[in-house]
């Protein structure tokens, strides 16, 4: 059983999944590798002039994997929460299950309406500003929340957001990721 399962991998997702991992939790991410992301040339993304989606994807799949998550490629066809703990099964006959669930499946994920989340009046998950919703423990992130203000730099806000909340619940206390030049034994 993992700690976090997040379902999706484009930005959202794999920064959820960056912070969460980062910070010792166990984390699968579930996705096809099909990101919208792939299709985009970024020029307004913080710390590159320039990008290509499919090489941001790449270089961001590869920091989430060498800080321990676990990329899955497995389209998610079922979700459901038994007890204390969201279960997931997969088209591919894999499954798991976890404490925390993240959706980040981009645009009206058909995901979101299996569990009784809130949508509003155009059909996406409500949720506050750290990506909780109405089921406890549950959060979405990225393009399954916003309806016309999308963009990738905002979908990895919002799954950074939705770490620190979940990170700030198992401490018991506000949690803040900030790593400090002076503490790396690299730089000397």
Known sequence: ???????????????AALFL??????????GKNESWVHQALLKNYLGFQQIPGPEFLRLAREQVEALGAVLVEAEIT??????????IDAADGQGSSGTYLVIAGGPKSELVKQLGIELDAKGYAVTDKNGRTNVDK???????????KIQAQISAGDGAAVALD?????????FHDFDSLADDPDRG
């Open 138 to 148: 549950l959060y979405v992130a990225g393009w399954s929340t916003r309806a016309d």
């Open 78 to 87: 079922a979700i459901r929460k038994v007890d204390d703990e969201f279960q």
């Open 21 to 30: 991992a980062k910070n010792d939790m166990s984390v699968e991410v579930y």
């Open 1 to 15: 059983m993992a700690d976090v399962i997040i379902i999706g991998d484009g930005p959202a997702g794999l920064a």
């Open 166 to 174: 979940v990170l700030s619940r198992e401490k018991g206390k506000d």
